[in-house]
């Protein structure tokens, strides 16, 4: 089946330590997305990447670092900087097709940092 | 930047009343997209609109997209409880990323 895998749906970690949030698809897709959710905040966008080996600084992106060294995959770092990282975490592709360039999401990794 | 403001934030209504939720944006949009994510879920598509004044329909899903290309709005006739979740507006301008709205957050009362 093509989609979206973000591992693992829960995660906690001491405050202070970095944590890396993994993100595959198998869908071809070009472009990649982190986002950022919290209640009542809707989605924001840390970091997006259209391409294998490059990427761009969404609204938030202090505290969070990426890597695109496969089309496949996008893992996101929750350094020890970024002040407040507890949060639900979602990953998402796209590909235009026809003009339609909807994102496709994963299941999402809910982080707590204690 | 571009910023897309969604309203009401939250919905409840009785099964069998309409919903809408609405969507303007502080710039011109290229276009707007749709998503629903249910309690516990990720966001999932609905739709894409482009041209001005467009209006598309999925069964009891009203989308329309302004003459000026800067509000939208998302129109469900009859709600019932598959209905219950967020839904979210989420516009570009030209080639920038989607910039998403704080969703509409829907109850049903059976």
């Known amino acids: 089946d093509g989609g979206i895998t973000q591992s693992p749906k829960y995660l906690f970690r001491k405050e202070g330590q970095n944590v890396t949030l993994s993100c595959e698809q198998n869908l071809n897709h070009d472009a990649m997305y982190w986002y950022r959710q919290d209640p009542g905040q809707g989605l924001r966008l840390i970091y997006y990447?259209?391409?294998?080996?490059?990427?761009q600084k969404g609204d938030i992106a202090e505290g969070y670092s990426v890597s695109r060294e496969k089309k496949e995959s996008f893992p996101l770092t929750v350094t020890s900087a970024q002040k407040n990282p507890t949060a639900f975490y979602l990953c998402?592709?796209?590909?235009?097709?026809?003009?339609?360039?909807?994102?496709?999401f994963g299941p999402g990794t809910r982080l707590t940092v204690l | 930047g571009q910023q897309v403001m969604q309203i009401p934030q939250y919905q409840h209504v009785q099964e069998g009343e309409d919903f809408t939720t609405y969507c303007n944006s502080s710039t011109t949009l290229s276009n707007i997209q749709w998503y629903k994510q249910r309690p516990g879920g990720h966001p999932v598509f609905l739709i894409q609109l482009v041209k001005s004044g467009e209006v598309k329909k999925q069964k009891r899903l009203t989308f329309q997209f302004g003459e000026a290309k800067k509000n939208s709005s998302l129109h469900i006739t009859a709600t019932q409880t598959t209905d219950v979740g967020t839904y979210f507006c989420?516009?570009?301008?030209?080639?920038?990323?989607?910039?998403f709205g704080k969703g509409t957050r829907l109850s049903v009362i059976a």
């Open positions: 990447s259209q391409i294998v080996n490059d990427f």
């Open positions: 998402a592709s796209s590909m235009s097709r026809g003009g339609v360039d909807e994102q496709f």
């Open positions: 989420a516009g570009r301008g030209g080639w920038t990323p989607l910039v």
